[in-house]
């Protein structure tokens, strides 16, 4: 536990300079980088962000404003709007990472066969399974 958490305040506090760099809070560039996967319902952004609705609102309406993200109606629910990246934020959400040396370096360092295995043990960590 000790050496995740140390993990994870080296990874939190580059990529909040790394936002800040491109005036972005924390919790904006991380709705860059879930957007990064495709588009996203709000209620989902608010959900992998662990934030509230109302949060994600202000959130989404600084990035579209500053045009890093678009929303667009739903195809299956014309209720629901989803967000998207547009060109910009695909931009600035490459310039974040690249800008995460600390981070890049420690992942280079590893094999492709050690990602790999890193990523399945993080998934079975982080991620909760699915299904019933």
Do not use: W
Request: with cysteine; net charge positive.
């Amino acid at each position: 536990m000790e050496l995740l958490s140390v993990c994870l305040g080296v990874y939190y506090g580059e990529f909040t300079t790394a936002a800040a760099s491109e005036n972005l809070t924390a919790s904006q560039g991380k709705a860059l980088t879930v957007l990064r996967r495709g588009p996203a319902a709000m209620r989902t952004l608010a959900r992998v962000l662990t934030c509230d609705a109302s949060n994600i609102t202000g959130i989404v309406d600084r990035l579209e404003k500053r045009g890093l993200v678009r929303r667009e109606p739903s195809t299956s629910d014309r209720r629901i709007k989803n967000v998207a990246l547009t060109a910009a934020g695909e931009n600035v959400a490459d310039a974040i990472r690249a800008k995460m040396r600390t981070t890049q370096a420690g992942l280079d360092g590893l094999s492709d066969e050690e990602r790999a295995s890193l990523h399945v043990l993080l998934e079975r960590v982080f991620v909760p399974p699915t299904g019933p």
